[in-house]
Every structure is written in C-alpha cells, then in structure tokens.
C-alpha cells in the first residue's frame, strides 16, 4: 500500500500544470491588439506606389510589344506586295517580245519597233512590250510599266488605260527603272531586261521609313532575231 501511495504522488508531481487564466488573457490581448494595429500609413503608400511603377512598366512593355508587331506585320504585307509585282511582271517580260524603253511615260511613242535603252546612262522610267498571245500589228494590245511619281503603273491596252500596282506606302526613287539590251532585230544578241525597284516604305500610322532595293534580270524565252 505504501508503494501504490509513493507512485501516485511522483505521478502528481510530474503532471504538467494547465496554463493560468490570466497568461491565456494576456497572449489573446497581444494577438487582438497586433491584429488592429495592421500596416502604417507609410508602408501602404510605399506599397502602393511600387504596384503602381510595376503595372505602369508592364502596360508599356505590352504596349510596345504589340506596336513592334503590328509594324512588323505591316512592313511583310508591303515587301509581299513588292515580290508579287516583281513575280508577275518577270512573268509577262520571260514570254514577251518587242521590248522598248523611255525615259519617260509618253504614249505616242509606243510602237511595235524593239529598242535598247542602255545608253541612256540611267534606267528608264517606262517600258513596253508585246504580251504572249499578243498581236504585233496592234499597239492597243501593248504591255506597259511606268513609273510615276514615286509609284509603278501598269497598262494592258498601250496605255489607253492604266491603273496603279503600289500602295501610297511604297516610294520608288529616281534609280529605279528599266534596262534593255539585246532587243534589236538582227543583233544575235538575246534580249536581256533589267529591272530595279529601289525605295522605301513610308508608314504614317506608325511612323518609320525602311528602305529596300530589289533587282532582277530576265532573259526572254524567244528568240530574237
């Protein structure tokens, strides 16, 4: 009985005594007191302003993003375009015939009569040839190119009517044109026509100029002879 009476005290005596009412009092008070208090004035505006410099760089960078693509877009829809005329009109000039070549646009001197112009000393700024399928006898079945006032124009009737290849954004420079050699009758040379595009892209809306420079030669399929 004596040794049941010594381990029931020992057992009191290490049972860990429950926490007062008054420390349990005294931590809720800190909490609550620590939960109204919150953040100061300062760290809210210093906060608040670092949120605002974030959003405000953020935005920006989209919004440029978003321009450089845009620009980039519209800069690849105009060189299309420009490889497309070139394609086309290397098209027509490869199973063409009869070429000739002004300085200048002037309808009257269309004829069915081949002429070189690399005597000229620069290109020139028109030229006209019979299309395939075209008749020699008729001027009013002349292909024409011209360049005029900073644009490429086109013609399928000898010039009686004409309508514009390029968009306002493309600006043709004064080396752009036309080179012909070789197209004389009688010559035993091969007709050999050069074109050159050389100018710039001019975009209002987003305000940049990019130049470029395209050139190629062609070689007619038929003979001259």
Known sequence: GQLI???????????VQPRSAKNTKTAESQLLQFSVNGFTLIEVMISTGLFATIMILGIGAILNTNSLFNKNQDQRAIFDNVAFIMEDMSRLMRTGSS?????????????????????LGYPADSIAFE???GDPGVLEDQIVYAF????????????????RLTPPDIKFGD????????SLDGDDRQPLITVRLDGK???EQYNFETPFSYQVSITPRRISL
């Open 175 to 182: 080396q752009s044109g036309f080179v012909v050699v070789g």
């Open 148 to 163: 005029i006032n900073g644009a490429l124009w086109k013609s399928d009737d000898g010039w009686i009517n004409s309508f």
């Open 5 to 15: 009476m010594i381990f029931l005290q020992n057992q009191k005596q290490n049972t």
């Open 201 to 203: 892209i001019v975009s």
């Open 131 to 133: 299309g395939p399928g």
């Open 99 to 119: 070429f000739q070549c002004e300085p200048e646009v002037n309808p009257s001197l269309i004829s069915e009569s081949p002429e070189d112009c690399s005597l």
